[in-house]
């Protein structure tokens, strides 16, 4: 089935430092979304992008939707202890709501005191 | 909180018994998806309702079965359980029109001894 590869698997990084992640499919996505987890949490939604080459900020986040609609990358400028968690992209094939959404393989984020 | 409400928030159950998971959507959400996240790994979709028929079906076992009931609240009933049916089980609720992702419940945590 469809599959979305995301990397790294994990970072660990120092308090300060920016990040930067990547998911890539072998399909066409019209749609991608970055979701954060916590522990013991649910996904929340960070950030959705709707358009090839579309670069959209949240705060300390940005996440592009690559031109070839192939992958999706998010950076995290001047990382605090509260980043930490599970990141992870997440798309449907279609712009229609109601799809149900196929998720990547995650990146865990550390922050090393 | 998100809004979508899952309980049990925990359950512990032996081998070979059958547990039933309940999700109460967003106010206004027509869709719920079931999704199962084990150990350390992604979400894998189970099942998706929409206003209570099925919409859409991924890798739920046949031991496995859903339904939505027409106050829109979903049950996610898992029997026969095997220790490999230990994991996080979450629910997700989306309007009817909506791209901007699902809002996800806490989950529940089964653990099968």
């Known amino acids: 089935g469809q599959q979305l590869n995301q990397s790294p698997q994990s970072m660990f990084i120092q308090e300060g430092e920016d990040v930067s992640m990547n998911c890539t499919s072998s399909?066409?996505?019209?749609?991608w979304l970055w979701y954060k987890q916590e522990p013991g949490e649910g996904p929340v939604l960070l950030i959705a992008?709707?358009?090839?080459?579309e670069l959209t900020s949240n705060g300390r986040l940005t996440a592009q939707f690559g031109i070839t609609r192939k992958d999706s990358f998010l950076n995290i400028s001047a990382s605090i202890p509260s980043d930490v968690g599970i990141y992870f992209c997440?798309?449907?094939?279609?712009?229609?709501?109601?799809?149900?959404?196929?998720f990547g393989t995650g990146t865990r984020l550390t922050i090393i005191p | 909180d998100s809004g979508v409400t899952q309980t049990p928030k925990h359950l512990i159950t032996a081998t070979g018994q059958r547990v039933t998971l309940r999700c109460s959507p967003r106010?206004?959400?027509?869709?719920v998806y079931w999704y199962q996240q084990s150990l350390d790994q992604g979400l894998q979709f189970l099942i998706q309702?929409?206003?209570?028929?099925?919409?859409a079906k991924g890798n739920i076992l046949e031991r496995f079965s859903a339904q939505q009931f027409p106050d829109l609240h979903s049950e996610l009933n898992l029997s026969s359980l095997e220790l490999g049916d230990s994991a996080l089980y979450f629910c997700?609720?989306?309007?009817?029109?909506?791209?901007?992702?699902?809002?996800f419940g806490s989950g529940t945590r089964l653990t099968v001894v």
């Open positions: 997700a609720s989306s309007a009817s029109q909506s791209n901007y992702g699902y809002t």
């Open positions: 399909s066409i996505f019209n749609t």
């Open positions: 992008l709707y358009k090839a080459g």
């Open positions: 997440a798309g449907p094939r279609s712009n229609f709501g109601n799809e149900k959404l196929t």
């Open positions: 106010s206004g959400d027509l869709s």
């Open positions: 309702y929409y206003n209570g028929e099925e919409r």
